[in-house]
């Protein structure tokens, strides 16, 4: 099954499913992309859907990015995979305003990596 909205904790970032609506909302909202490339069945995908996402850490950083959760499982999001070179997850893209790539993860962080990384990420993006 797809990941839906309601599948999120409480105190997640606002995910969008699409990668053409999250690359057209970074650019209308002038806001770098953080693109997770997931599926239900990756236990390291679940632990940071579960813990890092919605992290007091990371929550902070939420409204300074557009965020999209693919499912690498969605025949839909296979284009998007293969651009970003997805063969592990869970893939992290960072993506610019404009939808250049700024850089990747790929497995698992804690909250203050993550964290670490999106600034890193905003920093790169300005």
Do not use: R
Request: aromatic share 8%; hydrophobic share 45%.
């Amino acid at each position: 099954l797809p990941a839906l909205a309601a599948d999120f904790p409480k105190g997640s970032p606002k995910f969008l499913t699409s990668y053409d609506a999250a690359v057209a909302a970074a650019k209308a909202e002038n806001k770098p992309v953080v693109m997770v490339f997931s599926a239900v069945w990756c236990p390291p995908c679940q632990v940071m859907k579960k813990s890092v996402y919605p992290s007091k850490e990371v929550t902070p950083l939420h409204d300074q990015f557009v965020w999209a959760y693919l499912d690498t499982d969605v025949e839909a999001n296979a284009a998007a995979a293969q651009k970003h070179g997805v063969s592990g997850i869970p893939h992290i893209e960072f993506l610019s305003p404009k939808g250049k790539s700024l850089g990747n993860q790929v497995g698992s962080s804690s909250p203050a990596e993550f964290a670490g990384t999106l600034q890193k990420m905003l920093a790169k993006a300005k």
